[in-house]
């Protein structure tokens, strides 16, 4: 079987449904054709500032909300980037492989560090893509599943593997992004031409899983619309309804041209409403499982001590490989 590896960060209050449009769908499918690796990345989160309690508390959130949404440690293999000090190891490794223009050319850093000002700017935001190559090819990983703003990372992890490659001999698997192109990017309900994300989107704009049913179901009402009326998919002259269509379709199985159909002739409003009913009988449910995982901690320790052993077992022999190939001398 392909592997499969991708990570999430430990977010506060909760994921929300870009991410799981965008990624988390996908490593609940890639269950059944991949030997999946999925993890909670905490060494990411501390990229900026955290409160070292509520950290601890996202962890434990972030792994109930995986479950919640279909995670199986029966199929694949759950646990806490932390735990496996390999990918700090071999972080080490491929830092001294980049160079300082290579990473200073990554968009999400750039717009990152933007935002918050360079006192701010930690030197782990910067370097954090390179964490993310080591957490990529410690498990010698076939596809990356992730949204669109990760691509760039998955590229330079490419580069950056075969650069190691080239100069010390055939050592890791070249991986490939796994990308839904219809739910690679979910748009800020009120700046449609905006990425939702947890930074950047306006509250109203956002919506995060575990939020009342009901305040998610007002903020699906009051999204932006576009002029006309006419309900179709068109990314460019109708980004707000286009963003509405595929959250809808792709949380009911339903086809975009289906939808256009079923609302021929039909408001916006009629759209919104059914739209609100849709999510919320996504999240309601959501909601519950994650809090049952979360209600029983020794499962969720046991499942994440399981995940951490067979993670280091794969983590380790690829660190073992790269150091010998890098010339460091073995510790006897
Ligand atoms: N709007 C989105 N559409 C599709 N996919 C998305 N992802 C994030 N936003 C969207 C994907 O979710 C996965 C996990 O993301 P992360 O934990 O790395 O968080 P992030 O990318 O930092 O998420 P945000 O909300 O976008 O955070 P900020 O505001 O800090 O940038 C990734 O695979 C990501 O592609």
Known sequence: RPRALSGIQPTAGSFHLGNYLG??????????????????VDLHAITVPQDPAELRANTRLAVAQLLAAGLDPQRCTLFVQSHVPEHAQLAWVMNCLTGFGEASRMTQFKD?????GADRTTVGLFTYPILQVADILLYQADAV???EDQRQHVELTRDLAERFNGRFGETFRVPAPHIVREVAKIYDLQEPATKMSKSASTPK???NLLDEPKATAKKIKSAVTDTGTEIRF??????GVSNLLT?????TGTSVPELE???????????KTDLADVVVEFVTPFRARTQEYLDDPETLDSILAEGADKARTVAAETLAQAYE????????
């Open 247 to 251: 959250i809808y379709a792709t949380l």
């Open 145 to 147: 599943p992730v949204g």
């Open 261 to 271: 159909a079923r609302y021929e002739g039909k408001g916006y409003g009629a759209l």
């Open 112 to 116: 990152k560090s933007a935002k918050q």
């Open 325 to 332: 190939k890098v010339g460091f001398l073995p510790a006897k």
């Open 205 to 207: 704009g956002l919506v």
């Open 23 to 40: 990624a988390v769908r996908q490593y609940v499918a890639l269950q059944d054709t991949h030997d999946a690796f999925y993890m909670v």
């Open 234 to 239: 068109d990314r460019e002259a109708k980004p």
